[in-house]
């Protein structure tokens, strides 16, 4: 849905779809011919290596931190040489992350089937209220988010207390 969410964006800002980009780079990988496109206005570069990093992280946050140190020392090269065409393009840069991450303890995993209509390490979302206060019973020190303005109306979350995370009891995660 990003690339068409893209669009729809530049579009309301009178840039025609032609000269929108959405584009997805990763370690290694050489940036994509298209974002040299003569008629490109707006372009978006996705580079998802550090959420990658987050993402395998099985030894907590020290591997994260190390895995960034190394990717800062090699990987990272080819990112910047990416910024480095745009700037020299004419282009102006926006660089943003979509989110942090923490180091989290499991508290177990819900195994709720079909019942979650959205799962993570730290959140459940559910089509009812009630749903959501029956895993709660389950879990201990979780916390009911619902009818705030913020989630749409039937929709409840689910959420780990604190530092805790829905993984294997104990285990220690990295997790948004």
Same mark, same amino acid.
């Given at each position: 849905e990003e690339p068409a969410g893209w669009e729809r964006f530049?579009?309301?800002?009178?840039?025609?779809a032609d000269a929108c980009t959405y584009a997805r780079i990763g370690t290694g990988d050489e940036a994509p011919a298209e974002l040299?496109?003569?008629?490109?206005?707006?372009?978006c570069l996705i580079d998802n290596s550090i959420d990658d990093i987050v993402h395998g992280a099985s030894l907590g946050?020290?591997?994260?931190?190390?895995?960034?140190?190394?990717w800062l020392d090699s990987a990272s090269r080819r $990112?910047? /040489?990416?910024? *480095?065409?745009?700037?020299?393009?004419?282009?102006?840069?926006?660089?943003?992350?979509d989110?942090?991450?923490?180091e989290?303890?499991?508290?177990?995993?819900?195994?709720?089937?079909?019942?979650?209509?959205?799962r993570s390490k730290r959140a459940r979302v559910y089509a009812d209220g009630r749903t959501a206060m029956q895993w709660q019973a389950r879990f201990a020190g979780t916390v009911v988010w619902e009818h705030?303005?913020?989630?749409?109306?039937?929709?409840?979350?689910? $959420?780990? /207390?604190?530092? *805790?995370?829905f993984a294997p009891a104990g285990d220690v995660v990295v997790t948004h």
């Open positions: 530049w579009a309301s800002e009178d840039v025609p040299w496109r003569e008629r490109t206005r707006a372009l946050a020290r591997e994260v931190q190390v895995s960034v140190r190394v $990112l910047e /040489a990416v910024v *480095e065409q745009l700037l020299g393009s004419g282009f102006s840069l926006y660089i943003t992350s989110h942090g991450h923490v989290a303890r499991g508290i177990g995993t819900p195994r709720e089937g079909v019942l979650v209509e959205t705030d303005g913020l989630l749409p109306a039937g929709v409840a979350a689910l $959420l780990p /207390a604190g530092r *805790e995370a």
